[in-house]
């Protein structure tokens, strides 16, 4: 997360973010990011309205309670 942080702050990026972060990891590099004063924006995970499964209500639970915004990949479960 150095590196991420490294490329905030020289401006080669507006925001950061990560996928498929469950909510400890998230939470770690959360704290990571903040200790060198870098926003974590968001966490891609999958989450859909019918496969809430393998944790991703904890894990949006987690981005709540953070502010780290959740985006869903296949919020409508590819259709189904």
């Not at 702050?9 to 990571?32: E, I």
């Not at 999958?46 to 985006?71: F, P, W």
Request: charge should be positive; glycine fraction near 12%.
């Amino acid at each position: 997360w150095e590196g991420i942080a490294e490329c905030y702050h020289r401006g080669l990026v507006k925001n950061v973010g990560v996928s498929n972060y469950g909510p400890t990891l998230v939470t770690k590099c959360h704290d990571a990011l903040a200790k060198r004063g870098v926003p974590l924006a968001s966490n891609q995970i999958a989450y859909s309205l019918i496969g809430r499964h393998n944790g991703a209500q904890q894990t949006v639970d987690k981005c709540n309670e953070l502010g780290v915004k959740v985006l869903a990949y296949y919020p409508f479960a590819m259709g189904l």
